[in-house]
């Protein structure tokens, strides 16, 4: 999928720029750290979100669809193993309006598109 | 209780005439056990089971009592295979907390060998004596003279009958912040465990002070799982007050702290046990904030593809309608410019979303 980073970007990255991301904020370390298979996605997209000025340089439009994809994806796993959440929903819609604002010309059929993907995975 | 366990134990005396229940049910000082069993059981099959190992359970809790080694009580209790680990986790918490409510009860005695009843309330000695009501409250005894017997047997006050109507009073606010302490999340709960544990009461006088006044900004006394997020809180009404996080966008930081000063945002659970996160919240009213940031706004819904006015507008609005129904209080956006009030406004008339919008400009 282009637009999208996938896992090789992320063994690009020194690990001692992800445990800082991952020790110095309030995320939940029980979703971060653990051997669910939502975790790696979740750590995908803190890396995304908290270390963009320390990871090798993206469009936007790359770093923003990225962080939608693997934030979408973790919380479709997230449902399997725990169930809904209103709070990642409502985080998730937050991202949208930050994408709205941040990139007023955005093809929302992209994302349109990948979150049908994610549902059929 | 969950469970008459008196009653029960009378019915299994009649039924069986060579037992031990007695050992268990007719000596004071075991009354927290009975009530841990209390917690634990949920029918005659499990409390027969107990009954029929009266007297070990009998030895060993009063063992316990005697020499406080609870490590001892864990192995005494894993040795009686009759009855389920459920019986014996909750005889073990109680222990733990009888334990805990002796090392106040001795560091209040520590103060000068007795107490006189000079506590004032919200004083160190005010806090320990709301620690001890924590963990007698934990043993499972929730009214007020059960909790002076216990004080009596202890030797903290002399004479319930000689108790001033000053002194009744501190003791019953006492007894009741400890009752409500039970009522604080794990976070909270194992906090007020360490210090004690580390003999440091000028940080269990902080951490029950915090409790009590917990309608102050910024003391949080709890911890809520918002999405991906630990949120420090505090609980308010229906819901949490908790620290908010500040947005990347400057303009938006500004616009939510215009709606809410205190740099806090409000948590309401839903029945799903997730939490819905707001601006604010003025009476019954809860609060969201909306700052378009150009001309071309998310918030102008009606000119936005179906994806984004679904997935940015309708969802969340729905979610929080939902979760505000639930507690009985209502929703209002408050949105920077008139065209996206008028829009939003028309959408939820369209889709039946009961939520106000309201124009708060920049």
Same mark, same amino acid.
């Given at each position: 999928m282009e637009n999208i980073v996938d896992k090789k970007y992320f063994d690009k990255i020194d690990s001692k720029i992800i445990d800082e991301i991952f020790n110095n904020n309030s995320f939940r370390k029980e979703l971060i750290l653990s051997n669910f298979k939502c975790s790696e996605c979740l750590r995908f997209y803190l890396i995304l979100t908290c270390g963009k000025e320390k990871i090798p340089v993206l469009t936007n439009d790359i770093l923003y669809t990225s962080r939608y994809y693997w934030l979408n994806l973790f919380y479709h796993y997230y449902v399997r193993e725990f169930g809904e959440d209103a709070g990642i929903e409502q985080q998730i819609g937050s991202l949208i309006e930050e994408m709205a604002n941040i990139l007023p010309d955005y093809d929302w059929n992209l994302l349109e598109t990948l979150s049908e993907d994610i549902s059929k995975m | 209780m969950k469970?008459?366990?008196?009653?029960?134990?009378?019915?299994?005396?009649?039924?069986?005439?060579?037992? #031990?229940?007695?050992?268990?049910?007719?000596?004071?000082? &075991?009354?927290?056990?009975?009530?841990?069993?209390? %917690?634990?059981?949920?029918?005659?099959?499990? &409390?027969?089971?107990?009954?029929?190992?009266?007297?070990?359970?009998?030895?060993?809790?009063?063992?316990?009592?005697? %020499? +406080?080694?609870?490590?001892?009580?864990?192995?005494?209790?894993?040795?009686?295979?009759?009855?389920?680990?459920?019986?014996? =986790?909750?005889? &073990?918490?109680?222990?733990?907390?009888?334990?805990?409510?002796?090392?106040?009860?001795? !560091?209040?005695?520590?103060? /000068? $060998?007795?107490? =006189?009843?000079?506590? @004032?309330?919200? %004083?160190?000695?005010?806090?320990?004596?709301?620690?001890?009501?924590?963990?007698?409250?934990?043993?499972?005894?929730?009214?007020?003279?059960?909790?002076?017997?216990?004080?009596?047997?202890?030797?903290?006050? #002399?004479?319930?009958?000689?108790?001033? #109507?000053?002194?009744?009073?501190?003791? =019953?606010?006492?007894?009741?912040? +400890?009752?409500?302490?039970?009522?604080? /999340?794990?976070?909270?709960?194992?906090?007020?465990?360490?210090?004690?544990?580390? $003999?440091?009461?000028?940080? @269990?006088? =902080? @951490?029950?002070?915090?409790?009590? /006044?917990? $309608?102050?900004?910024?003391?949080?006394t709890t911890k809520i799982k918002w999405g991906i997020q630990d949120i420090n809180a505090r609980p308010f009404e229906k819901g949490y007050w908790g620290k908010r996080i500040p947005q990347?966008?400057?303009?938006?930081?500004?616009?939510?702290?215009?709606?809410?000063?205190?740099?806090? !945002?409000?948590y309401v659970k839903n029945s799903e046990g997730s939490f819905v996160q707001f601006e604010n919240i003025v009476d019954k009213t809860l609060q969201d904030g909306k700052l378009g940031m150009d001309k071309s706004s998310i918030y102008h819904v009606l000119d936005k593809p179906e994806f984004l006015r679904i997935e940015s507008i309708l969802k969340p609005a729905q979610r929080q309608v939902s979760v505000a129904k639930e507690v009985g209080y209502t929703v209002e956006w408050l949105v920077s410019d008139q065209k996206a009030v008028d829009q939003l406004t028309q959408y939820f008339i369209d889709n039946n979303i009961g939520i106000v919008v309201k124009l708060l400009l920049e």
């Open positions: - | 469970f008459p366990v008196y009653e029960a134990a009378e019915e299994y005396k009649k039924n069986n005439a060579a037992n #031990d229940v007695h050992l268990l049910t007719e000596d004071p000082s &075991l009354i927290w056990v009975i009530v841990a069993v209390a %917690g634990a059981v949920i029918d005659v099959a499990a &409390l027969t089971a107990v009954f029929k190992v009266a007297k070990p359970i009998a030895e060993a809790t009063k063992a316990f009592d005697e %020499g +406080g080694d609870i490590l001892k009580l864990q192995k005494d209790l894993a040795a009686i295979t009759e009855i389920s680990e459920h019986v014996k =986790k909750n005889i &073990l918490l109680a222990a733990e907390a009888r334990a805990n409510a002796r090392k106040m009860f001795q !560091s209040m005695f520590q103060v /000068d $060998g007795m107490l =006189k009843m000079v506590i @004032l309330p919200g %004083g160190a000695e005010f806090a320990k004596l709301v620690a001890t009501a924590y963990y007698i409250a934990k043993q499972g005894i929730l009214n007020f003279h059960s909790f002076l017997l216990e004080l009596k047997a202890t030797r903290l006050i #002399d004479d319930i009958a000689k108790l001033t #109507d000053e002194e009744r009073l501190i003791l =019953k606010n006492a007894f009741e912040k +400890g009752q409500e302490l039970t009522k604080a /999340d794990t976070y909270l709960a194992g906090e007020i465990d360490k210090a004690i544990a580390e $003999g440091d009461f000028v940080k @269990l006088e =902080k @951490l029950i002070n915090g409790f009590q /006044d917990a $309608g102050g900004v910024g003391t949080y990347s966008e400057p303009r938006i930081d500004a616009y939510e702290l215009k709606i809410n000063p205190n740099n806090e !945002s409000f």
